[in-house]
Nanobody, 117 residues
């Protein structure tokens, strides 16, 4: 099982980024997928989750209305569209597959998002 996250970078407050996570090594369409993030000195936290067909989503309160999770099962990729970014969104972002509302696998390298003027 492998996750390759990309799309991070340095962006000004109010800016946008689109993160991608290419997954391999398992039946992608059979699992809910999630994005987590970890800021310096803080625990990793769940940002968003999407169900197998993409029909249902969950968002942490801190990102509701600004971030959208989606997936393309044909491409085995999950996305995180991030708008209205704030400095507190600065973190390394990771994806994972979920089982029982918990991440199932080891973490990939993540992608760094830095929001700063």
């Amino acid at each position: 099982v492998q996750f390759v996250e990309s799309g991070g970078g340095l962006v000004q407050p109010g800016g946008s980024l689109r993160l991608s996570c290419a997954a391999s090594g398992f039946s992608f369409s059979s699992y809910d997928m999630s994005w987590y993030r970890q800021a310096p000195g803080k625990e990793r936290e769940l940002v968003a989750r999407v169900t197998t067909a993409g029909s249902d989503t969950y968002y942490a309160d801190s990102v509701k209305g600004r971030i959208t999770i989606s997936r393309d099962n044909a491409k085995k990729t999950v996305y995180l569209q991030m708008n209205g970014l704030k400095p507190e969104d600065t973190a390394v972002y990771y994806c994972n597959r979920e089982l029982g509302y918990r991440p199932l696998d080891s973490w990939g390298q993540g992608t760094q998002v830095t929001v700063s003027s």
